[in-house]
Structure formats: structure tokens, C-alpha cells
Nanobody, 119 residues
Framework: QVQLVESGGGLVQAGGSLRLSCAASGIIFSINLMGWYRQAPGKQRELVATITSAGDRNYAESVKGRFTISRDNAKKTVYLQMNSLKPEDTAVYSC?????????????WGQGTQVTVSS
């Protein structure tokens, strides 16, 4: 089983920045897609950004130009740099990876990290 450990959440004022990290550990031969999702109170979970093994990125319209996703394949880690944060970015952010364990493809979710943006 692959475990994902997230860090970097916290409380920040509007206009500020935060950087989230998510490190994967366990039996991993390769990681295909890595991504970040968020869920605000009373709302459904939504995609924030994803990045493929080739480095192709996809962003939600609401975060384009403000957030940047990146990955370090050697460290099996995905990052989310969040700039110009807004109160509406407040949510629990979770990372997600699709990986190959040598036998089959599977996926895993992180436990989530709280991001709170005050106005």
C-alpha cells in the first residue's frame, strides 16, 4: 500500500502564499498522474491541478495563473505553490497519485491538509 504524507497547509491572509507538499512512500515502480484536490465545507471535492509523468499540467479555471503544480520524480513528491490566495481557496487539500506497484496500477489519497485564507 502506498502512503501519501502532506504538509504545508495553514492559515494565511488574503493575497498571501503557501506551498503544499505530498510525498509518496511504499512499493512504487512508477507514478503516472499526480494531483491536488480540495473540498470546502458543504461542497463537493473538486480538482485543483494535475501533472503527468511527462510534465503536462492541468488546472482548474479558478486557480489558473495563481497556483503552480510541480513534481520531483526522484523524491516521489508533488508540490502545489499557491499565490495570491483568496478566501474562497479555503478548503481541505488532498493529494492523489496513480502508480504502478509492479503488478497492477492503483491509486492512493493523502489524508488532507487544511488551508484557511482570511480576508
Amino acid at each position: 500500500q502506498v502512503q501519501l504524507v502532506e504538509s504545508g497547509g495553514g492559515l494565511v491572509q488574503a493575497g498571501g502564499s503557501l506551498r503544499l507538499s505530498c510525498a509518496a512512500s511504499g512499493i512504487i515502480f512508477s507514478i503516472n498522474l499526480m494531483g491536488w484536490y480540495r473540498q470546502a465545507p458543504g461542497k463537493q471535492r473538486e480538482l485543483v491541478a494535475t501533472i503527468t509523468s511527462a510534465g503536462d499540467r492541468n488546472y482548474a479555471e479558478s486557480v489558473k495563473g495563481r497556483f503552480t503544480i510541480s513534481r520531483d520524480n526522484a523524491k516521489k513528491t508533488v508540490y502545489l505553490q499557491m499565490n495570491s490566495l483568496k478566501p474562497e481557496d479555503t478548503a481541505v487539500y488532498s493529494c492523489h497519485v496513480i502508480y504502478y506497484n509492479g503488478i497492477t496500477w492503483s491509486d492512493s489519497w493523502g489524508q488532507g491538509t487544511q488551508v484557511t485564507v482570511s480576508s
